[in-house]
């Protein structure tokens, strides 16, 4: 494996129950270069080492890096049980409801669901950021056909109810940039519950309430300037090479 990831060292802080405190009272932001795609950064606090990374599928370098920590006894977030969890929908949303999160109904079929509906698939190589919206039957019957691999696979359906929608909102340490007070205690939630660094959460919405559909990877370049800077805090005192 490259062993090429930077290291971030910051000064020792207190993490009670692993919620990260608020970056801005405690590390200064420091102007650096775009956060580089592909990228690994590893951060140090209080002992724990937190990966952030854009993907942390099975297999890939990122889940890799963090079973090797584990392997050799350290402590590292988010641990590759909480990867897997997160990237399987229904167990994630398993996980997520008992950390008091309100989730969505999510059933499993094989070759039929309802609509209008969120579908995800359940193969080896789904993954829950290629989820699809439909409203239709038709439309459905291709989804279905395409992630189930003409129904080899089962798939996870999520029934939509009247008026309500499918919002993406990314976490960064468990804190969300301009979002009201249930979604930011849902962000701390969750990061407590799987210490994923730099994540997006799907969410069925509607009249001002949030069920949680799914948690996805997230792409640097996806982040608005805002979610940026507040991950550049995060990463702070760190070289972007």
């Not at 079973?67 to 590292?76: G, I, W």
């Not at 969120?118 to 829950?128: A, E």
């Not at 996870?156 to 309500?164: F, I, S, T, W």
């Not at 069925?204 to 640097?220: E, F, K, M, N």
Request: glycine share 4%; with cysteine.
């Amino acid at each position: 494996m490259n062993d090429s990831h930077t290291e971030i060292s910051s000064t020792p802080e207190e993490i009670p129950d692993h919620r990260w405190p608020s970056p801005c009272e405690t590390v200064r932001l420091k102007k650096s270069p775009r956060l580089r795609s592909g990228a690994t950064y590893l951060v140090n606090r209080s002992g724990s080492l937190y990966v952030v990374s854009e993907n942390y599928s099975y297999k890939t370098e990122p889940y890799y890096l963090i079973l090797s920590r584990e392997l050799n006894r350290a402590q590292v977030y988010p641990d590759s049980r909480s990867v897997l969890d997160a990237s399987i929908v229904p167990v994630c949303l398993d996980r997520a409801s008992r950390s008091g999160i309100p989730v969505a109904d999510c059933f499993i079929y094989q070759s039929c669901g309802k609509v209008p509906a969120v579908l995800y698939g359940l193969n080896y190589f789904s993954c829950s950021s290629e989820y699809a919206v439909v409203q239709n039957m038709d439309s459905a019957k291709e989804v279905i056909r395409h992630i189930t691999n003409n129904g080899k696979y089962p798939f996870c359906c999520q029934q939509l109810r009247e008026g309500e929608e499918v919002v993406k909102i990314h976490a960064i340490f468990g804190r969300v940039h301009n979002y009201g007070e249930d979604l930011s205690h849902y962000a701390e939630l969750l990061f407590s519950e799987f210490h994923i660094p730099l994540v997006t959460m799907v969410w069925i919405h509607a009249d001002g309430q949030y069920r949680l559909s799914s948690l996805t990877p997230t792409r640097y370049s996806a982040l608005s300037p805002d979610e940026k800077s507040l991950l550049r805090i995060c990463l702070s005192d760190q070289e972007f090479l």
